[in-house]
């Protein structure tokens, strides 16, 4: 289980915002060393699209004021300064137990 | 350009059958599996089951198996899911993806609205 917060996330532009995902499980694979863990932003009538893989590297295309950070259980979505643009909602995803995939509630980053 | 263009939206009664299908273009398609996800309205994402294109291995979701079919067609770059039984909470959007290298799914596809009602 993935249980993310906050739900819901009202930011001012220009404004730091922060997101936490917490695993029930460790999503940390012994076997390759690496660690199960996505975001994915769903920006209002589109489809997700990747942000970061593996905890904290970046997707193609992915503005550097996204990141991530955190290990085994404990994960963090950092947005250094929020744009318009940054609105929808933010999911983390595990896939832990390949090729299953299991995503937080997300959260619903909004605009003051 | 790498993408993955989904059918168009479905109506089905309670009880019918609705399948889905999903082209993938600008990668090898044998290479990457595919997932399927579903979103109800207004709510989260649901993973559904994941295909391997090269052999058509499958894997489905416990809450679903018995109720889904998911294939492929390699020689048009096509994936296709089924769902049977269908009842009103399968009302959703229902989207493909391509498992990459790194394992996370990317791209998706624009989503496959499936309407159930009688």
């Known amino acids: 289980v993935l249980t993310q917060t906050p739900l819901s996330l009202p930011v001012t532009p220009g404004e730091p915002a922060s997101i936490s995902c917490r695993s029930s499980?460790?999503?940390?694979?012994?076997?390759?060393?690496?660690?199960?863990l996505d975001w994915y932003l769903q920006r209002p009538g589109q489809s997700p699209q990747l942000l970061i893989y593996l905890v904290s590297y970046r997707a193609s295309g992915v503005p550097d004021r996204f990141s991530g950070s955190g290990s085994e259980t404990d994960f963090t979505l950092k947005i250094s300064r929020v744009e318009a643009e940054d609105v929808g909602v933010y999911y983390c995803m595990q896939r832990v137990e390949f090729p299953s995939l299991t995503f937080g509630q997300g959260t619903r980053l909004e605009i003051k | 350009q790498l993408q993955l263009v989904q059918s168009g939206a479905e109506v089905r009664r309670p009880g019918a059958s609705v399948m889905v299908s999903c082209k993938a273009s600008?990668?090898?398609?044998?290479?990457?599996?595919i997932s399927w996800v579903r979103q109800a309205p207004g709510l989260g994402l649901e993973w559904m089951g994941w295909i391997r294109p090269d052999n058509g291995n499958t894997k489905y979701a416990l809450s679903f198996q018995g109720r889904v079919s998911m294939t492929r067609d390699t020689s048009r770059s096509m994936a296709y899911m089924e769902l049977r039984s269908l009842r009103s909470d399968d009302t959703a959007v229902y989207f493909c993806?391509?498992?990459?290298?790194?394992?996370?799914?990317?791209?998706w596809g624009q989503g496959t609205l499936v309407i159930v009602s009688s």
């Open positions: 600008g990668y090898t398609f044998k290479h990457h599996g």
């Open positions: 499980q460790s999503l940390l694979n012994p076997d390759d060393g690496k660690t199960s």
């Open positions: 993806a391509r498992v990459a290298y790194t394992g996370a799914v990317d791209p």
